[in-house]
């Protein structure tokens, strides 16, 4: 017999990695980060409780979101802010047809 099918709000597993990366990308959109200041990755585990890795792992998948930017032998740090991208994204707004 299987189980009955649920009905009710579904429990979603989240990973640590999506996680942390949620929490940094929260922090940058808020301001907390600011553009080009400096992300240590020890520093954002001790912050969150976690070890060193999935820190890691979020801001790889942060690089590929443009987010941060990582220099070899230098650090990783929030990317600039483009004047075009900001435009960009209020373009997208305007012509959304779900405004709030």
Not at 17 to 28: K, L, P, T, Y
Request: proline letters at 7%; hydrophobic letters at 45%.
């Amino acid at each position: 017999m299987s189980a009955p099918a649920a009905t009710g709000p579904q429990v979603v597993k989240v990973s640590l990695v999506d996680q942390v990366a949620d929490i940094v990308r929260d922090r940058v959109a808020r301001g907390e980060l600011a553009p080009g200041e400096t992300l240590h990755i020890e520093r954002l585990a001790r912050e969150l409780g976690v070890s060193r890795t999935p820190v890691r792992e979020a801001i790889l998948r942060l690089r590929e979101e443009q987010l941060v930017e990582v220099v070899p032998q230098l650090g990783t740090f929030v990317t600039p802010i483009s004047l075009r991208a900001v435009r960009d994204a209020q373009f997208l707004r305007q012509c959304s047809p779900a405004r709030i």
